[in-house]
């Protein structure tokens, strides 16, 4: 085996010669289904009584240096979806293309160590999510660890270093545990790690829900310089939509384990063709005491994924629902160009 | 009009083994008959522990060091505990934050509500049991008669929600204290239980007191609001006002670090640091550290709460000089800060 001893010369290595950025998106998701069996415990054994369908048929695409965001209520499956593509969890049905390798194929360790390098996930719990037994260095030094384990120590090290000034931290923090740190800080440490070891996507899972405003504010800003300094791309999940329209060059939007409508973000908000997308849009409170709207209230909650509605998930809340649509499931359509939308009626 | 609820000078400490947290520090504020009122802040900064202070259902280390709360005239500071029962939850009761802990997991539904309606009415539990189907009625939880008696995990978040608010109302009390009514919803459930709370107040005359970091819930529903940071209250005013127009350094801070709908994709303003520690928090002004106009006093000085206007409050020493006054039109964009400052 050559060794390989300089950072630079893991970089060189590349298995994906044959995608092209301009043409192709980085990520691609193909009718992505994940169902988690729920199963009744007895004596002597256990069988599956249902599935819940968290991600039920998922197409969505990201293009090399965007941000996309994914907005939608709690349980609709963003998280599922984001842990399928880091390989967190295994798809149920459909596939994760990765620069345009199906990641679920069999492939050689070497292959899935650098889709592991290029692709990067930072996790919903600022709390939970990090290892508290460890020093914020283990912490960040672990993915080089991993990933380029004949790297020096005393270089690792300073890549962390490093990596903790970019991420505004400062050097005596390495030597800290996660509990010593402000949810902020922390949020902070998660994004260290991600971005060690130079990954080319980061997928971040509401990297700013659990935080004040004030704290949240500067980690919107840090991972916009971020994404300009590094050239990434990212997946941004958030179910606050003033957030998603801050970040996001484009915007899906999920419910029930399904993409409703999938457009650039000032189609969002300028053309919203979904109905689910307008009463969305249209139920959050703005902060200017002048706007007296007239909302849509929508009934009801969103339904258990365990049994979705037949047709449109969306059927038995929507305005405009008609007989087809509880029999007929609507598919994820381009109306216009870069507009999907998955609705019998959309409003444009 | 006379306020129903006026707080003055009011601090609240905790005491723990890492030291004294000083949660509310001089805090004054009010609230009229009638009258839905903001209380904003970042968390840490108090609202909770106000809410608390005024029922004086505070956690044991705590306890209220100097000022009055005056309701309808009575100051509930030293109101002996016997009279204090028959406050709360009549006169003014309290929506707590946390939907899940405050339902009992264990109880039905009804066994949470009819209690309380019995003792404070003097009423039989037939009796009791039809007030409180009324009141589930009244927040839209259908078939109330027969969902009466079933657990609180056999609804969802957002009739949770609803439940709290109809066992809060049952009484009628004349002040409700909402502690985050909607932050753990959906916002599709969130505009449900919003419109819930907006028609309540208007139809019951209730005054209220809502607790929220949400802006947006602010801008909605009340029509004055009180802000917070590090246990005293920095600006006081009508939302409009306030909205339009932030005086305080930290509220204007504050609105500009919000990510907005309306304003276009731009860098957001940020306040460097992080909420203050209440233990040892800040002298002078708590917002010091963080205020890019902090000049010397501001960090010896506490800064006094200057009146001005139909009802604005503003406690900071640099206020006037800074002239944070926004263009009307301009006011979701940047706001420009005079040079010379
Ligand atoms: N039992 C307690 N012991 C010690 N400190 C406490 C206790 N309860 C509250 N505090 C402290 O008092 C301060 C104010 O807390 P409070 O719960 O009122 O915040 P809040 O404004 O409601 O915040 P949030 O938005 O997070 O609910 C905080 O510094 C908090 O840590
Ligand atoms: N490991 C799991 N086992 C069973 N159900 C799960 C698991 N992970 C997620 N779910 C369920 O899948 C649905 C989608 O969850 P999630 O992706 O976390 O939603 P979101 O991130 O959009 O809030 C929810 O109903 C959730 O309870
Ligand atoms: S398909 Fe029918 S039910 Fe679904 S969103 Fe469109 S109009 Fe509404
Ligand atoms: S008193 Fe001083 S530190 Fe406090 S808000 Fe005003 S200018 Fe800033
Ligand atoms: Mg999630
Ligand atoms: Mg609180």
């Known amino acids: ?348 | 009009m006379k306020p129903i609820l006026d707080v003055s000078e009011l601090s609240t400490y905790f005491y723990t083994e890492s030291g004294v947290v000083e949660a509310l520090d001089g805090v004054s504020f009010d609230v009229r008959p009638g009258e839905p009122v903001g209380v904003v802040g970042e968390s840490g900064c108090g609202k909770t522990v106000t809410g608390k202070s005024i029922l004086r259902i505070l956690d044991k280390n705590g306890s209220i060091v100097a000022g009055k709360i005056f309701y309808k005239g009575i100051n509930l500071v030293d109101l002996p505990d016997l009279q204090m029962r028959k406050i709360r939850g009549k006169e003014i009761s309290m929506i707590f934050q946390d939907p899940m802990t405050s339902l009992n997991p264990i109880f039905k539904v009804e066994d949470q509500m009819i209690e309380v309606i019995a003792l404070h009415r003097k009423c039989k539990k037939d009796e009791a049991k039809q007030i409180a189907i009324d009141s589930l009625e009244l927040v839209g939880i259908p078939e109330a008669e027969k969902r009466i008696i079933d657990y609180p995990h056999q609804f969802s978040g957002g009739m949770r929600q609803r439940i709290l608010i109809a066992r809060a109302l049952a009484l009628r009390p004349s002040l409700l204290i909402a502690d985050e009514p909607t932050t753990a919803l959906d916002v599709t459930i969130q505009a449900q239980v919003l419109e819930i709370i907006k028609e309540m107040q208007q139809r019951l005359g209730l005054a209220m007191m809502l607790i929220t970091h949400n802006l947006g819930v602010v801008a909605e529903i009340t029509k004055r609001v009180h802000i917070f940071y590090g246990g005293r209250v920095v600006e006081s005013g009508a939302t409009e006002d306030i909205f339009l127009d932030p005086k305080h350094p930290y509220t204007r801070a504050l609105f500009d670090s919000i990510p907005s709908l309306e304003k276009d994709k731009t860098r957001l303003e940020t306040i460097p640091g992080t909420v203050p520690r209440l233990i040892n928090p800040p002298k002078g002004c708590r917002f010091h550290p963080r205020c890019k106009y902090a000049t010397e006093v501001c960090s010896r000085v506490r800064p006094p709460e200057i009146s001005f206007g139909k009802e604005r409050r503003v406690a900071c020493h640099h206020f006037e000089e800074l002239d944070l006054h926004v263009d009307e039109e301009l006011f979701v964009k940047q706001a420009t800060v005079k040079e010379e400052v």
């Open chain 1, 1 to 348: 085996m050559k060794m390989v001893t300089t950072y630079e010369e893991y970089e060189a290595v590349d298995l994906f010669a044959d995608w092209d950025a301009k043409t192709q998106p980085i990520i691609n998701l193909i009718n992505l289904r994940k169902w988690f069996p729920v199963s009744q415990q007895s004596v002597l054994f256990s069988r599956v009584v249902a599935q819940i369908k968290a991600v039920d048929g998922v197409k969505l695409f990201l293009n090399k240096g965007e941000t996309l965001g994914l907005v939608g209520e709690s349980g609709c499956g963003k998280s599922t979806t984001a842990r399928v593509i880091s390989k967190l969890e295994e798809p149920t049905e459909g596939s994760v293309y990765f620069k345009g390798i199906d990641v679920f194929q069999p492939m050689t360790r070497e292959e899935e160590l650098s889709i592991k390098r290029q692709l990067q996930m930072v996790f919903q719990d600022p709390y939970s999510s990090l290892n508290p037994r460890r020093m914020v260095l283990d912490l960040i030094k672990e993915p080089f660890d991993i990933h380029y384990p004949d790297m020096a120590y005393e270089e690792k090290e300073s890549r962390v270093l490093e990596i903790l000034a970019k991420v505004g931290l400062e050097d005596y923090h390495a030597l800290r545990y996660p509990h010593e740190f402000s949810g902020g800080q922390r949020q902070r440490i998660g994004i260290a790690r991600a971005l060690a070891i130079h990954p080319e996507v980061i997928l971040l899972d509401e990297p700013v829900s659990a935080l004040d405003v004030s704290v949240q504010a500067q980690i919107l800003n840090l991972l916009h310089d971020l994404q300009l300094d590094f050239n990434l791309t990212f997946m941004f999940i958030a179910h606050d939509l003033s957030v998603i329209k801050h970040v996001s060059d484009r915007v899906a939007v999920m419910y029930l384990g399904k993409i409703m409508e999938m457009t650039p973000t000032g189609d969002l908000f300028r053309k919203t063709a979904h109905p689910y997308s307008v009463s969305l849009l249209s139920a959050i409170p703005r902060p200017d005491p002048r706007i007296k709207m007239d909302r849509i209230i929508l009934e009801g909650d969103v339904p258990s994924p365990i049994n979705p509605p037949s047709g449109c998930p969306f059927h038995p809340r929507c305005y405009k629902a008609q007989e087809i649509c509880n029999q007929k499931t609507p598919m994820l359509e381009e109306i216009e160009p870069d507009h999907y939308v998955s609705c019998h009626f959309p409003e444009i």
